[in-house]
């Protein structure tokens, strides 16, 4: 199985921020990998796929880029509203695999 | 309006059985494959199986954790989805939620807000 594994698990910043989260799978997935965002008792919510294609919706703040085995997901001046779960998801090969989750939280 | 409304959750035995139903709206749902991921409490989210559309036989595909024990089928007449749940184990309390996925590459586009189910020992 790929695994994605996500840094950090928890983040804590402030509105305004720069923030980057890294996810690192175990071989190679080419292009194919998402971000969702998830908030509390809420289903998740597809931001951005293939990695850098924003959904539409999306606030152009949210950014993704990376390819094989390093991708990132950037937001580039947080929000109250982005305050969150974000969760990197590959499928280049099943089983289909989600990182562990990065928490973003107020400074 | 696209949407996906999960049921079927409930509080089961160890050892027991349960059905989860998805009903599809406001799209093509026969173009569609589609999955089920679930959420244990307070963990992270794990994709449980996929089906394929017609074009691709209804062909699926499962996580380790229930292959032999879950199935995904699909009624594109009643543009629903389901999970069969047999010999269920506590460790498959969670909240399962039915998602869509993309026409290629299949990102999971479309999630229903979740049905919850509970296996006591």
């Known amino acids: 199985d790929i695994q994605l594994t996500q840094s950090p698990s928890f983040l804590s910043a402030s509105v305004g921020d720069r923030v980057t989260i890294t996810c690192r799978a175990s071989q190679g997935i080419s292009s194919h990998l998402a971000w969702y965002q998830q908030k509390p008792g809420k289903a998740p919510k597809l931001l951005i796929s293939?990695?850098?294609t924003l959904q539409s919706g999306v606030p152009s703040r949210f950014s993704g880029s990376g390819s094989e085995t390093e991708f990132t997901l950037t937001i580039s001046s947080l929000q109250p509203e982005d305050f969150a779960t974000y969760y990197c998801q590959q499928l280049n090969a099943y089983p289909v695999t989600f990182g562990g989750g990065t928490k973003v939280e107020i400074k | 309006e696209v949407q996906l409304v999960e049921s079927g959750g409930g509080l089961v035995q160890s050892g027991g059985s349960l059905r989860l139903s998805c009903g599809a709206s406001?799209?093509?749902?026969?173009?569609?494959?589609m999955d089920w991921v679930r959420q244990a409490p307070g963990k992270g989210l794990e994709w449980v199986g996929r089906t394929r559309n017609k074009a691709n036989s209804y062909t699926t595909e499962y996580a380790a954790s229930v292959k032999g024990r879950f199935t995904v089928s699909r009624d594109d007449s009643k543009n629903s989805l389901y999970l069969q749940m047999n010999s269920l184990k506590t460790e498959d309390t969670a909240v399962y939620y039915c998602?869509?996925?993309?026409?290629?590459?299949?990102?999971?586009?479309?999630w229903g807000k979740g049905t919850t189910v509970t296996v006591s020992s």
């Open positions: 998602a869509r996925a993309t026409i290629k590459p299949y990102y999971m586009d479309v």
């Open positions: 293939g990695p850098s």
């Open positions: 406001g799209f093509t749902f026969s173009d569609h494959y």
